[in-house]
């Protein structure tokens, strides 16, 4: 009984998998990811050293997120910004909400920013009536085609130039080349009319400094710059775990994310905010409103999922998980793509309609490896499991097997029947040793492999006869 | 939900009294020693980073060299208007510059500092050092003084880090010309901010 | 340690480490009572069920000296895994001390016994599938190339992102089969890559997947255990 979640499911995953441009398109960007990641990572002196370093101040910092947080809005307000702290996505929302009607914003430019599909803020503002222009190239071409994000930092990754060509082309209304630069030109010149006429921008946080309430953006396109210099009022949107101690530890947290994330040292730009323009600034907005979402992180806070919050939304675990490489982003149906999202989503949307996701992995620990914040992403994966065994989420059946399993594991002459009974029973099945098609769940198994079929006698009981034994050595 | 329920809650979670001491901010222990460069070597390698990234530096004797350098830039490849801020600007030039980055073809500005490891400029953008400048023209330009140029990330975060609560609204960390690979993964430049970004570093400052 | 596949379906691999490390030297026992360590329940949320398996296991090899696993990735459950299915006490403190002693078989080798010659023969064309458990959460990583090397007339042909996932992921092979057939068939292109005649392995698990997978897609690849290798090959 397949819920309409697994449908889709499988019905995504069948899609990606039989798309072989798709799959080879993957594979290679999977490997050139991979390869910048550990050339870039590589160049550091001692790579664990700042993993650890990353590891522990991101560990602090959300297991202080009371103090943090309480600091950070302070200095916020300190330096003359506003702070709205929102329990909930409707309360992130309203806030925004509130903003650009006191504002009559008729024109939103907005940066990447993850949080704010989360929460569902473009519907919400669009219903308002107002015009609201994604300007990180990638989200604005997913904005063009409807399309969800692919992933954490490529929104676009599954389409070719050639596709995206020929988006840009009908929004243009002529036929543009097929060359990269000439497209990024379309856009530059599609989007700074936007950039130059908005009312209100939008951004996300890539990290906030409680020591000085400083809002981090790290982009590489230059729209994050002009979206919170251009237009008169910046409104900032960040999940309350996004924080850090102070400027030194921003030091680990660039570099980690900058290297593991896409193998650069830096990014183009890091633009550090610390509240509205002063008076005497020639330029940059007038009012600054941050907004601090919970929708869900604060359940996750003193539970074994707490190392989830550590996550600095690289997408190494993306590039590095052979699952991602097969089914693709949107196979995870979540703003939060690969090995994160498969652990994120269910915990702040709840197992409902995700339970797949903690599935949809094979374990492989590629994911745990390459994070570098060392968020233990398979034994979340695992614990995931068993809360959706323990809530009854899984078929009653599969708890029987293991539960009979588990008491043959236990007394080795039942074992012992149970593998001559296997042994028997498959035999009249088997070719030469394998079966090619087996009966109920291991037909999933023969459905694209040979299964190998028990041994004559196991093991156990050749050891048991001395004929059979190896010979003794000295 | 006013600040402090939110707090509140947040607290019980994590099983701690509000307002309790915190132990120390972790930091990265090593025992490895990256060996330091200073001077020269420091230049170069800021040159030879910033270069990686597509960006283009290059070493003047004085002011009055790079001053020249940008009058025959803005002649040759960028004629218009020059944003630049009042504080940097030049007889020669005057008749060029202009307060609107929006229509100017080029852009100068001063770093507070630079960093060698990334080959990365610090705007310090206070009173004087408007943030559209070095962002909106399509093609900008630095006159960094050597002096300013240190070694690693860490140095610049720690002199920012001096300044206490003293920040500008904002500071902006640039790398080269503006990028990305969104469109099918082929790297292209100029998307959104400058395409073209050219460092002076003067020798004598 | 035999492990539950090595017990049923592969007593072959069993005979043939037994073989080697008698001929390193080495006394060997095989308590009966271990029968499979939990990994299928543990890794399919089925905590409670592992820990039945795992106390079991723990006593049936509670007067090892060592214990060698012949599969990584249960050696790995137990080094891992074990301690954190019981909760703080002595229970834990056995699961501990066992993981202590547990090793996968070419782990035992290199490491434990620093093997560094060995009387083997074995000419063919051969690759090795690294597994993700045995390279990850063992940190085995060339210690079974330098077995390979030294035995005589081998030619090693290393695997293409070897480090890549079969697509076995136990219950996951069956719960998401289109995803474990794709990266199966990822590792058997890898596989015919290298025109080897024989695929070295470290895990039956991982195996017994890309086996079944080779031999459905018709492709004439002996797939081989480490142990298989050595014991074939090895000169009295």
Redesign the interface.
């Known amino acids: 009984m397949r819920s309409p979640e697994r449908e889709r499911f499988?019905a995504t995953?069948?899609r990606t998998?039989a798309d072989r441009r798709l799959?080879d398109w993957l594979?290679d960007f999977q490997?050139l990811a991979q390869e910048a990641h550990d050339d870039a990572l590589g160049e550091l002196d001692d790579v664990e050293a700042w993993r650890d370093a990353l590891s522990d101040v991101r560990a602090h910092t959300v297991a202080h997120l009371d103090h943090y947080l309480e600091q950070f809005a302070a200095n916020v307000e300190g330096h003359g910004g506003h702070v709205f702290l929102a329990a909930t996505a409707a309360d992130a929302r309203a806030y925004v909400r509130r903003v650009v009607r006191e504002k009559q914003a008729r024109l939103i430019v907005k940066g990447k920013s993850m949080v704010t599909a989360e929460i569902e803020l473009n519907p919400m503002l669009e219903a308002m009536g107002v015009e609201v222009v994604e300007t990180d190239l990638g989200e604005f071409i997913v904005q063009l085609t409807g399309e969800a994000p692919y992933h954490i930092i490529a929104p676009a990754l599954h389409m070719t130039l050639g596709q995206i060509r020929d988006l840009f082309s009908r929004e243009a209304g002529s036929e543009l080349p097929a060359d990269a630069d000439a497209l990024a030109a379309y856009a530059r010149r599609r989007l700074r009319e936007k950039f130059l006429a908005a009312d209100l921008g939008i951004s996300g946080v890539n990290f906030g400094i409680a020591s000085t309430g400083t809002v981090i953006l790290v982009t590489n396109e230059g729209n994050g710059r002009l979206s919170t210099t251009l237009p008169r009022t910046h409104v900032a949107v960040m999940g309350i775990e996004r924080l850090l101690p102070d400027w030194q530890s921003l030091d680990c947290a660039l570099t980690m994310l900058t290297r593991a994330g896409t193998g650069q040292r830096i990014s183009t730009y890091v633009s550090a905010i610390t509240g509205p323009r002063r008076e005497t600034d020639e330029d940059g907005p007038d009012e600054l409103h941050v907004v601090l979402v919970d929708n869900g992180r604060s359940r996750i806070l003193g539970t074994k999922y707490e190392p989830v919050l550590k996550c600095v939304r690289c997408g190494s675990c993306a590039d590095f998980c052979?699952?991602y490489g097969?089914?693709g982003g949107h196979a995870y149906d979540s703003v939060y793509t690969g090995p994160v999202g498969a652990v994120l989503t269910p915990l702040l949307d709840g197992l409902d309609g995700h339970v797949e996701l903690?599935?949809?992995?094979?374990?492989?620990?590629?994911c745990?490896?390459a994070c570098p914040a060392r968020v233990p992403l398979t034994d979340l994966l695992?614990e995931?499991?068993?809360?959706?065994?323990r809530s009854g989420r899984?078929p009653a059946s599969?708890?029987v097997g293991?539960?009979g399993?588990?008491?043959?594991?236990?007394r080795?002459s039942m074992?012992d029947a149970g593998?001559r009974a296997?042994?028997t029973l498959a035999r009249p099945f088997a070719r030469d040793g394998?079966v090619?098609s087996a009966p109920g769940?291991?037909g999933?198994?023969t459905?694209?492999?040979?299964?190998?079929?028990?041994?004559r006698?196991?093991?156990?009981r050749?050891?048991r006869d001395p004929s059979?034994?190896?010979?003794?050595?000295? | 939900m006013d600040r402090d329920a939110f707090l509140d809650r947040l607290a019980v979670r994590l099983r701690r009294r509000r307002g309790a001491p915190i132990p120390p901010v972790p930091r990265l222990r090593t025992a490895a020693v990256r060996p330091r460069a200073d001077g020269d070597l420091l230049v170069r390698r800021f040159i030879d980073r910033l270069r990686e990234q597509g960006g283009h530096a290059v070493v003047v004797a004085d002011r009055a060299e790079a001053q020249a350098a940008v009058a025959r830039l803005l002649d040759e490849q960028y004629p218009g208007s020059l944003a630049c801020p009042p504080a940097l600007r030049w007889p020669a030039i005057e008749a060029l510059s202009s307060e609107d980055p929006s229509t100017a073809a080029f852009g100068l500005s001063e770093p507070r500092w630079a960093i060698a490891e990334t080959g990365t400029v610090v705007l310090w953008h206070d009173s004087g050092q408007p943030r559209a400048t070095s962002l909106v023209p399509p093609a900008v330009g630095f006159f960094l003084p050597a002096s300013r140029i240190v070694e690693r990330l860490d140095d610049a975060l720690g002199r920012v880090t001096a300044a206490g609560q003293d920040v500008p609204a904002c500071i902006t960390f640039m790398t080269g010309p503006s990028r990305s690979m969104d469109i099918g993964y082929v790297p292209c430049v100029g998307v959104h901010g400058p395409g073209q970004t050219t460092v002076w570093i003067l020798a004598d400052e | 340690m035999?492990t539950?596949l090595?017990?049923?379906?592969?007593?072959?691999v069993?005979?043939s480490a037994?073989?080697v490390l008698?001929?390193l030297?080495v006394t060997l026992d095989?308590p009966?009572?271990?029968?499979?360590c939990?990994q299928?329940?543990?890794?399919?949320?089925?905590?409670d069920?592992?820990r039945?398996?795992a106390?079991?296991?723990i006593d049936a090899f509670a007067d090892s000296e060592y214990v060698v696993s012949v599969s990584g990735s249960c050696a790995a459950m137990v080094r891992h895994h074990y301690p954190g299915l019981f909760p703080e006490g002595p229970a834990r403190r056995r699961a501990e001390a066992l993981a202590a002693r547990t090793f996968e078989f070419s782990q035992f080798l290199v490491d434990v016994l620093r093997v560094d010659d060995l009387p083997i023969a074995y000419p063919a064309a051969a690759t090795m599938h690294h597994s993700?458990?045995t390279l990850?959460?063992l940190g085995v990583k060339d210690g079974p190339e330098r077995l390979l090397d030294m035995v005589d007339g081998l030619d090693y042909r290393p695997l293409p992102?070897a480090?890549?996932?079969c697509?076995?992921?136990?219950t996951?092979?069956?719960?998401?089969?289109?995803?474990?057939?794709?990266?199966?068939d990822?590792k058997v292109d890898h596989v015919l890559e290298t025109g080897a005649d024989v695929l070295v392995g470290l895990d039956m698990s991982c195996l017994?997947?890309i086996?079944?997978?080779l031999?459905?897609r018709g492709a004439r690849v002996a797939v081989k255990h480490l142990a298989e290798i050595l014991a074939a090959g090895w000169r009295e």
């Open positions: 499988d995953v069948a998998i799959q594979a490997a052979p699952v097969a089914i903690p599935y949809a992995s094979s374990l492989c620990g590629a745990r490896d695992l995931l499991r068993a809360d959706a065994v899984q599969w708890r293991f539960r399993y588990a008491a043959a594991t236990t080795p074992w593998v296997a042994a394998f090619r769940v291991l999933k198994w459905a694209a492999r040979d299964l190998r079929a028990p041994a006698r196991s093991f156990r050749r050891w059979t034994q190896p010979g003794e050595r000295r | 035999i539950c090595g017990d049923a379906l592969y007593p072959a069993g005979e037994v073989k008698r001929g030297g095989f009966a009572g271990q029968t499979c939990g299928p329940a543990f890794n399919s949320g089925y905590p069920e592992a039945h398996s106390r079991a296991f993700c458990h990850r959460l992102r480090q890549d996932c697509g076995f992921g136990g996951f092979a069956v719960k998401m089969p289109m995803v474990s057939e794709a990266l199966v990822r017994m997947n086996e079944g997978r031999r459905r």
